[in-house]
């Protein structure tokens, strides 16, 4: 009665989320250190603010004209926001989604057909196994390279391409590291889809959010035959329930102009985007400036109190991120599983080991955009925790 994909779709709990779910069970609270719902954490776009633009959106969308790549003004805007950054992405070059995750399953659609292969960074974010699946494509990973800050290995990326290879992914900030690709990077990364005729879908959803440097290298300034750029409304103005997306596309004119003609039948079959939401883009752009300015430095104030209370850990090291707000932590000599299970069954805080995204073995991962006296309370009991253990006590 059901496909295969069916059949792979349901997997049993891990054990670390099997032990979460006795302590709640228990009556115990659990304090989340991985979720990445900002919302969850004080992070929340003006109440007011979002009403009056969401009235004035529903006004303006009340007969309903819909637009296979979204509505122009809201398609304007984002254009506007990509200008004033030094890259120039003309509206018509625009397609707008219900989020990223959706904007993935478009280009693995519109780039490769089922068994064909598309690269992604190691570590990763579990999102793509289940994507890829639905898509019928097989991901291939990538090394990044933990002593050169999680750079990207550009020999490996290069050796993993074959026959069936159609696009390279690029995640920048990197989640769940936190390396930002560098302009050198970037162009090696574009010369190598240039020479082997290969795509780049440009994951830039922490974009706003830049611990080190004034300013994000783009794919879409580059020479690639063919980029996507992703991003979207949940992280950048922490408005996740707007669920509002986009895909830039730029390169070759020909390749764009073949990949836009694609996309407008694949939106067009679903016109998945909230009409009143479309509507709102542009004052949202217009009025969320200052929001999004004190989301990214309390983000960084947040950083800054996690990484001074990390380094007084002697059973840890974590390389510096330079955007987002995840942080890779990497072990001494300390079981990463036991580590995360003693932390939650005895301070019950909650934290991912690095093998859920790919690492190499002795790592893990946290989120530091908690409230600064979460942070502050919460830390010192982790640090102690996995202190104790390193010591064998």
């Known amino acids: 009665m059901f496909s295969r994909i069916t059949s792979q779709l349901h997997g049993e709990s891990n054990s670390l989320y099997r032990i979460r779910q006795e302590l709640q069970s228990q009556g115990h609270i659990i304090r989340d250190l991985v979720s990445g719902n900002i919302n969850d954490q004080g992070f929340v776009f003006p109440q007011d603010l979002l009403e009056d633009i969401l009235v004035r959106g529903s006004r303006a969308c009340r007969i309903y004209r819909p637009d296979s790549f979204g509505n122009q003004g809201a398609r304007e805007a984002i254009s506007r926001y990509y200008q004033n950054r030094g890259y120039a992405i003309d509206p018509g070059n625009i397609l707008l989604t219900p989020g990223t995750s959706l904007s993935y399953l478009y280009c693995f659609k519109l780039l490769a057909d089922e068994g ?8 990763t974010y579990p999102l793509f196994d289940y994507i890829a699946l639905l898509s019928g494509v097989k991901l291939t990973s990538y090394k990044l390279d933990e002593e050169r800050n999680w750079a990207m290995d550009l020999d490996h990326l290069e050796a993993c391409i074959s026959t069936k290879t159609r696009a390279l992914v690029l995640i920048s900030p990197h989640n769940p590291t936190g390396h930002i690709s560098s302009f050198n990077e970037i162009a090696a990364m574009a010369d190598i889809a240039r020479r082997h005729d290969l795509a780049i879908i440009s994951d830039e959803v922490f974009s706003e959010f830049l611990l080190t440097g004034e300013s994000l290298p783009r794919p879409a300034g580059t020479g690639a035959p063919l980029v996507c750029t992703l991003n979207g409304f949940s992280k950048m103005f922490a408005l996740p329930g707007i669920k509002l997306g986009w895909m830039a596309i730029s390169g070759d004119p020909g390749r764009v102009q073949k990949a836009l ?73 300390l079981d990463e599983e036991r580590a995360v299970e003693t932390i939650l069954r005895e301070n019950h805080i909650l934290i991912h080991p690095g093998y859920f995204y790919d690492m190499a073995a002795g790592h893990l991962v946290m989120c530091f955009v908690q409230q600064p006296e979460i942070l502050q309370n919460l830390l010192p009991d982790l640090i102690g925790t996995l202190d104790r253990l390193a010591e064998g006590i």
Request: a negative charge; one cysteine or more; proline letters at 6%.
């Open 116 to 123: 064909d292969e598309i690269l992604c960074p190691c570590p």
């Open 261 to 333: 003609r694609s996309l407008e039948l694949i939106s067009d079959t679903f016109l998945p985007v909230n009409e009143i939401v479309q509507a709102c883009v542009p004052e949202i752009f217009a009025l969320g400036d200052a929001v999004k300015n004190n989301f990214a430095k309390r983000i960084r104030e947040c950083w800054r109190i996690a990484q001074e209370l990390l380094q007084q850990s002697h059973a840890l090291k974590c390389t510096i991120p330079e955007g987002g707000f995840y942080v890779t932590l990497k072990l001494s000599d």
